[in-house]
């Protein structure tokens, strides 16, 4: 049979202790476990080791390295019906567990990602943005734990969602305590201002917070199982100038960094009077198709039917797709809420479109709920979504108090603004790269360079023991916007030759307040070089009232 091969070769691995590596068995009926970064395949259903021909076909695909494939290919094939080969099929075994040990090394956990040096600039940019953006607005950063308590998520987050379900992080400590890595932030950030009273003080309450989150979901992009999030928290007003107020700090992020194409959509999902009619309507709708319901929205059904309404399952969502919708239900109360948040938001002249189908995927949420979504990055377009929590923190053991937040995920921010070609801010370059020539050179090169660092110019010397030739190379692909020989020549007479990269222009420096005065000309000249540029030909000398 298909699969007992398959575990056969399980069997034969874990007894070479691989079963702690992600391997996934695939057999001939495309059974899969998942985690696997590669797939183990044995065509020939009916090999065993010990008895008949094992492998006439044994193919390993998708080795997430390059080396030795075809070898591993080709062994097995080489097997013959003999009994004796069982040594060498358990060294062709040996040998791929060593490989996929080797690559684990060098092979990042699926669905996480590293910001490289040549990237983490415009991370910087869009984190910068973010807290000078909520600050403007009186939201002052908090920091929370990486994990909580299980128990915080379950409750907060809602135990018939999808991501306390099946994408959360869960595990047992040291202490036997059931620990989780935050899949979101608002649940600790309720928390915290909960345990350490911030309630107490003025109200509202503004913060914003900077995470990495963690949900174990299908990989794909902009969406990863560790990603991060800028979001912001508003605590103590039930007024819709609230709502608008964190919608609006939104949009202007989306503005300040340079992402236009958003389209704002508004739903509310009202309160618990007027859900409980809802609710009832909806189970009243999707009783009618308990047989199609995937199992676990059998489950809520009984326990919450709106979670039904976010189901990933095509099934599910296209049943769902013709449910009542809430915006039908809403009390009293809850639509002078929404009628007062999108009038404001029309005052505002901020566009936005009502779309029912906006539940967002938390329980938490009550009234007004809004995502930022943008065509251009994919069915996954959600770069912003947030809404009102009236009931969250007295849920969660703190005072009565209403509150609402958003968060928006930074990996699909940076996509959107690769996608609208928003600008990012260019790297700090290297200011003066010093070439000494030498051993008594290198010594003053190494001070000289401390010293103008110090004034805060951003400098380089010779760490690698260079010809001067290969130096200048050096110096050329650093970008250094200026160089300086120092040579025994140089040494003796206290001075050196300033050259400046992008003119070619050399002049004579002595080495001391000289050269400190000559890089600030440059690195001067070089500025105000850019700043006519981006202004493209405009009369820099009347603008500045001044003599460049
Ligand atoms: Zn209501
Ligand atoms: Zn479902």
């Not at 044995?42 to 390059?66: E, K």
């Not at 947030?386 to 930074?410: H, K, N, S």
Request: net charge neutral; aromatic share 8%; charged share 25%.
């Amino acid at each position: 049979m298909a699969l007992s091969g398959a575990i056969w070769i399980g069997g034969i691995l874990s007894g070479l202790r691989l079963t702690e590596y992600p391997l996934t068995l695939r057999p001939p009926g495309g059974l899969a476990k998942p985690m696997g970064i590669w797939e183990l395949s044995a065509p020939d259903q009916s090999f065993s080791l010990r008895r008949s021909p094992f492998a006439r076909r044994f193919r390993i695909s998708r080795l997430p390295f390059s080396g030795g494939i075809g070898r591993f290919l080709l062994f097995p094939v080489l097997f013959s019906a003999s009994r004796d080969r069982e040594k060498e099929f358990s060294y062709f075994l040996r040998q791929i567990g060593e490989t996929i040990a080797m690559s684990l090394l060098t092979k990042a956990p699926r669905g996480t990602q590293d910001a490289l040096p040549a990237d983490t600039g415009k991370w910087r940019h869009i984190e910068k943005t973010a807290l000078e953006t909520a600050a403007l607005r009186g939201f002052r950063e908090i920091r929370i734990p990486t994990f909580e308590h299980t128990e915080l998520f379950s409750r907060g987050v809602g135990d018939t969602t999808d991501v306390v379900q099946k994408e959360m992080y869960t595990f047992e400590d040291k202490g036997g305590r059931s620990i989780t890595l935050r899949p979101e932030g608002t649940a600790g950030v309720v928390r915290s201002v909960i345990e350490n009273s911030l309630l107490a003080g003025p109200l509202p309450l503004r913060v914003c917070y900077l995470v990495s989150c963690f949900r174990y979901e299908k990989p794909q992009a902009g969406r990863l199982r560790e990603f991060h999030q800028f979001g912001a928290e508003m605590f103590g007003s039930a007024s819709p100038a609230a709502d608008v107020e964190l919608i609006s700090m939104a949009a202007d992020l989306f503005r300040i960094l340079g992402i236009d194409g958003l389209t704002l959509k508004l739903n509310s999902i009202g309160c618990p009077t007027c859900r409980k009619e809802y609710h009832a309507a909806l189970k009243a709708y999707f009783s009618a198709h308990t047989e199609e319901l995937c199992g676990t929205c059998m489950t809520r059904l009984e326990k919450n039917p709106m979670r039904i309404l976010d189901c990933k399952s095509p099934i599910c969502s296209e049943i769902a797709a013709k449910a009542p919708v809430i915006t039908d239900y809403l009390c009293d109360e809850c639509r002078e809420h929404f009628e007062g948040v999108k009038g404001m938001l029309t005052d505002l002249g901020q566009p936005f479109v009502v779309d029912p189908t906006i539940v967002r995927g938390l329980d938490y949420y009550t009234k007004t709920v809004f995502e930022f979504v943008c065509d251009r990055i994919g069915a996954q377009g959600t770069v912003c979504g947030g809404g009102r929590y009236d009931g969250l923190v007295a849920q969660l053991g703190g005072p009565e108090t209403p509150a609402l937040g958003f968060a928006m995920g930074l990996e699909r921010l940076l996509l959107t603004m690769d996608a609208c070609n928003c600008p990012f801010p260019e790297d700090k370059k290297c200011d003066l790269y010093i070439a000494p020539l030498g051993a008594a050179a290198a010594r003053k090169a190494s001070t000289l360079a401390e010293e103008l660092r110090r004034e805060g110019f951003s400098v380089e010397t010779d760490v690698m023991g260079r010809s001067l030739k290969a130096q200048m190379k050096y110096a050329d692909k650093l970008g250094a916007s200026m160089t300086l020989v120092l040579g025994e020549d140089e040494l003796a007479r206290n001075c050196a030759n300033l050259k400046n990269m992008s003119t070619g222009e050399t002049r004579e420096v002595s080495l001391g307040a000289d050269l400190v005065s000559a890089i600030y000309d440059v690195s001067i000249s070089d500025v105000i070089g850019k700043i006519s540029d981006s202004f493209e030909g405009a009369d820099l000398k009347s603008l500045f009232g001044m003599e460049l």
